[in-house]
């Protein structure tokens, strides 16, 4: 991903919320597939790391690319954006 996709990416998640929450628990294998059913449905997700969660968000956010096949496009604070293009039904068209 380049930066310019990257930078365009961004300015999609801001106006965007959160449509999940990592917890206590941190990243459980139910964590992992609500990611990965989120993907079903769109490119761009949000996540939001509560104060509880002891980790990391960074390396909370590569754990869930790694274990989703998704990359990380941001870490602000305690949110975690990814994305994950949907060969089936593309929504985001990456600038070149």
Sequence with gaps: MTSKQRAYLKGLAMNI????????ACLTP???E???ETFNTRELVKIAVLK???EDPREVASMLAER???QV???IGKKIVLYKENKNFKKIELPK
């Design 17 to 24: 919320e959160p449509v999940l929450q990592i917890g206590k």
């Design 30 to 32: 139910e964590v992992t």
């Design 34 to 36: 609500a990611v990965s």
């Design 52 to 54: 509880n969660c002891m």
């Design 68 to 70: 989703t096949s998704s």
């Design 73 to 75: 496009v941001q870490v």
